[in-house]
Structures are given as structure tokens and as C-alpha cells.
């Protein structure tokens, strides 16, 4: 019968036309030509409701052979093409092992992560320890401890974000040296850093977003001059041994008598230009004695013991040091910039 020719035709095109095919995709063209839904041997399923019905179960079952035999040929093919195709990726990507690789970009510390790295070195060779608190804080320990409490207008300077109404993102890192003092007697000697919060707007000298690191030491006998000679060695330690430090009178709700530090400019080396201004020196950081009421109110006797803290801002010291003239280029993660201090 006339069907049964054209199967046996399918079935030799189909042989003689894998024969050709040279990549699986080829492979899958045959297939979807041949047993797709529009293919050769599906348009002759569709045919069959055109003959008597005693012939269809026939040619019904001759069909299906000729599925099973097409699905065959394809298969084994495959496993040959899929075979050498897999050889000729492996020898296309192999990898000489004893063949030198070209050296791979470097990373490199931040510049913010390099001032710490060099602060916690030079404050831990003095003696300090490194604490570190959380970022969100209580706001007994963010200000009500540290002598700022509620409505003063001293909180203004640092208003910052509430998540509940006694519930900040610290403002400073100070909150870590309440906590240590409600917790630890005297003597005390730790450094904080971190991140702390601000409701800033970011400019060229701001940012709501920036980071810290405060001293503070408790003891019997502690006074101003301790502070000097700390903060001396401590300018020393990171812009050389020709810098001095100045101490100005301020004020600060924790500290009674408060002192902003200037160093010597590492830029004129205290001759006087741009930079600082003509003055020769230049803002660094703000310290003082430790009020005796926070003392007091943390649970130690003011009346045995003082101490002194400072603090300063880390990208501060980083634009001082590295000659950076926009702190918003710390935060972007530009590589261009970023790669100059690997």
C-alpha cells in the first residue's frame, strides 16, 4: 500500500540524512522534522482518518515502528556527536598546569580601615584595649549617661535617627565607654571604634554615615597632663616625629575641662598655607577630663578617681593624611580611586 512506501521512504531519508549531521543541534533539527508536531510521520497519524477503518490499525502500528526505529538511530548518533563534541571542548579548554598564570589584581584596605588599623596599633602599644558596642543604642547610654539629658539643648549638635523614642543609631562611639563604666571599676583603659550617625546632609565635609574612635581612661591620680602626653604620642605615632599638638578650650556635655586638639599641619609642617589656613595647625579631634557627674552616675567615685577621653573622626584623619578632597569619594567605591592605596 501506498502508506506503507512512504514510511519505508521516511525511514531512509531519516538514516541517510543523520549521516549528515555533524552537532547535536543538527540532531535535534532531524528530530523536530521528522516527530514533531508538524513532522513527516505525524502528518501520516493525522492522514489515517481518511482511510476505512479496518486499515488504520495497521498502519497505526507501522508508524509507531517507524518512531521508535527514527528515535534509535537518533539516540546512537547522538551518543557518537555528544562524544566527540565533549573531546573537543576538553582539548579546546585544556589548562597547562606547569604553566605560569598572570598575577591577579590585588585588593587593597580602605583608606578608613587603614587609619584604624593604624590608630588601634599605636593606642594598643600604649596600653589601650579595643571595645566595641552596638550600633543601635539605648538612649540612656547614647546621652542620659554621658551628662546629656532629655530636652538639653546640648542634644541638638547631634540629633540623630530614632527608631523608637528611646532608641537611637548611636551618635558616637562614648555609648561603649558608658557601658564599660556601669559594668567595670577602675582602672580603665579601652579604645571604641565604629560607626556611628547624624542626621547630615552629605557634602564635601559630611556625611550621615561616618566613623569613630574615643578613648577614655579611668584611674586614681589621672589629670590633663596624661591627656597631653597621650595625645602627643599619639600624633607622633601617625604623621611623624616633628608634630606638636595644641589644645584650645571648648565644651562638651562629658567632659569638665574640655579641649579641641589641633596638630601640627602635615602639609606646611607648621609654616603655614592653604591648608591650615596660614595658622600652622590644624583641627584633629576633641577631649577633656571626664565630668565627674558621669562618673558619678556610671558608679564610680568621682571622689577617688578621674580620667580623661577623646575622640575623633576617622574619615577626618584619612582626607588629613592621604590628601583627599571630598569625603564623599570614601563611601562611592570607585576602584579608580580605592586602588591608589593598595
Same mark, same amino acid.
Given at each position: 500500500?501506498?502508506?506503507?512506501?512512504?514510511?519505508?521512504?521516511?525511514?531512509?531519508?531519516?538514516?541517510?540524512?543523520?549521516?549528515?549531521?555533524?552537532?547535536?543541534?543538527?540532531?535535534?533539527?532531524?528530530?523536530?522534522?521528522?516527530?514533531?508536531?508538524?513532522?513527516?510521520?505525524?502528518?501520516?497519524?493525522?492522514?489515517?482518518?481518511q482511510?476505512?477503518?479496518?486499515?488504520?490499525?495497521?498502519?497505526?502500528?507501522?508508524?509507531?515502528?517507524?518512531?521508535?526505529?527514527?528515535?534509535?538511530?537518533?539516540?546512537?548518533?547522538?551518543?557518537?556527536?555528544?562524544?566527540?563534541?565533549?573531546?573537543?571542548?576538553?582539548?579546546?579548554?585544556?589548562?597547562?598546569?606547569?604553566?605560569?598564570?598572570?598575577?591577579?589584581?590585588?585588593?587593597?584596605?580602605?583608606?578608613?580601615?587603614?587609619?584604624? &588599623?593604624? *590608630?588601634?596599633?599605636?593606642? +594598643?602599644?600604649?596600653? $589601650?584595649?579595643?571595645?566595641?558596642? %552596638?550600633?543601635? !543604642?539605648?538612649?540612656?547610654?547614647?546621652?542620659?549617661?554621658?551628662?546629656?539629658?532629655?530636652?538639653?539643648?546640648?542634644?541638638?549638635?547631634?540629633?540623630?535617627?530614632?527608631?523608637?523614642?528611646?532608641?537611637?543609631?548611636?551618635?558616637?562611639?562614648?555609648?561603649?565607654?558608658?557601658?564599660?563604666?556601669?559594668?567595670?571599676?577602675?582602672?580603665?583603659?579601652?579604645?571604641?571604634?565604629?560607626?556611628?550617625?547624624?542626621?547630615?546632609?552629605?557634602?564635601?565635609?559630611?556625611s550621615?554615615?561616618?566613623h569613630?574612635?574615643?578613648?577614655?581612661?579611668?584611674?586614681?591620680?589621672?589629670?590633663?597632663?596624661?591627656l597631653?602626653?597621650?595625645?602627643?604620642?599619639?600624633? &607622633?605615632? *601617625?604623621?611623624g616625629?616633628? +608634630?606638636?599638638?595644641? $589644645?584650645?578650650?571648648?565644651?562638651? %556635655?562629658?567632659? !569638665?575641662?574640655?579641649?579641641?586638639?589641633?596638630?601640627?599641619?602635615?602639609?606646611?609642617?607648621?609654616?603655614?598655607?592653604?591648608?591650615?589656613?596660614?595658622?600652622?595647625?590644624?583641627?584633629?579631634?576633641g577631649?577633656?577630663?571626664?565630668?565627674?557627674?558621669?562618673?558619678?552616675?556610671?558608679?564610680?567615685?568621682?571622689?577617688?578617681?578621674?580620667g580623661?577621653?577623646?575622640?575623633?573622626?576617622?574619615?577626618?584623619?584619612?582626607?588629613?593624611?592621604?590628601?583627599?578632597?571630598?569625603?564623599?569619594?570614601?563611601?562611592?567605591?570607585?576602584?579608580?580611586?580605592?586602588?591608589?592605596?593598595?
Amino acid at each position: 500500500m501506498q502508506e506503507q512506501e512512504t514510511i519505508m521512504q521516511i525511514i531512509q531519508e531519516a538514516r541517510e540524512s543523520l549521516m549528515r549531521a555533524a552537532t547535536t543541534g543538527d540532531l535535534e533539527t532531524l528530530r523536530v522534522h521528522f516527530q514533531g508536531r508538524k513532522g513527516r510521520l505525524t502528518q501520516l497519524l493525522r492522514a489515517m482518518g481518511q482511510l476505512p477503518p479496518e486499515e488504520r490499525p495497521a498502519l497505526g502500528a507501522m508508524i509507531n515502528e517507524a518512531r521508535e526505529n527514527i528515535s534509535t538511530m537518533i539516540e546512537a548518533h547522538g551518543a557518537l556527536l555528544r562524544q566527540r563534541e565533549q573531546t573537543a571542548r576538553l582539548a579546546q579548554e585544556a589548562i597547562d598546569v606547569t604553566e605560569p598564570r598572570p598575577a591577579g589584581r590585588a585588593g587593597g584596605l580602605h583608606p578608613i580601615s587603614l587609619v584604624l &588599623r593604624d *590608630l588601634v596599633e599605636t593606642f +594598643t602599644g600604649m596600653g $589601650f584595649e579595643v571595645v566595641e558596642g %552596638p550600633e543601635v !543604642e539605648l538612649d540612656s547610654y547614647n546621652f542620659e549617661l554621658l551628662n546629656l539629658p532629655k530636652n538639653h539643648p546640648s542634644r541638638d549638635a547631634q540629633d540623630t535617627f530614632y527608631i523608637e523614642d528611646n532608641i537611637v543609631l548611636r551618635t558616637h562611639t562614648s555609648p561603649v565607654q558608658a557601658r564599660v563604666m556601669t559594668t567595670q571599676q577602675p582602672p580603665i583603659r579601652i579604645i571604641c571604634p565604629g560607626r556611628t550617625f547624624r542626621a547630615d546632609e552629605a557634602d564635601a565635609t559630611h556625611s550621615p554615615n561616618f566613623h569613630q574612635m574615643e578613648g577614655l581612661i579611668v584611674d586614681k591620680g589621672i589629670a590633663m597632663a596624661d591627656l597631653k602626653g597621650t595625645l602627643d604620642a599619639f600624633a &607622633r605615632s *601617625l604623621f611623624g616625629d616633628g +608634630t606638636a599638638t595644641r $589644645f584650645r578650650p571648648s565644651y562638651f %556635655p562629658f567632659t !569638665e575641662p574640655s579641649a579641641e586638639v589641633d596638630v601640627t599641619c602635615m602639609v606646611c609642617h607648621g609654616a603655614g598655607c592653604r591648608i591650615c589656613k596660614g595658622t600652622g595647625w590644624i583641627e584633629m579631634l576633641g577631649s577633656g577630663m571626664v565630668n565627674p557627674k558621669v562618673l558619678e552616675v556610671c558608679g564610680i567615685d568621682p571622689s577617688a578617681y578621674s580620667g580623661f577621653a577623646f575622640g575623633m573622626g576617622l574619615e577626618r584623619i584619612a582626607i588629613l593624611k592621604y590628601g583627599i578632597n571630598d569625603m564623599r569619594l570614601l563611601y562611592e567605591g570607585d576602584v579608580r580611586f580605592l586602588s591608589q592605596f593598595r
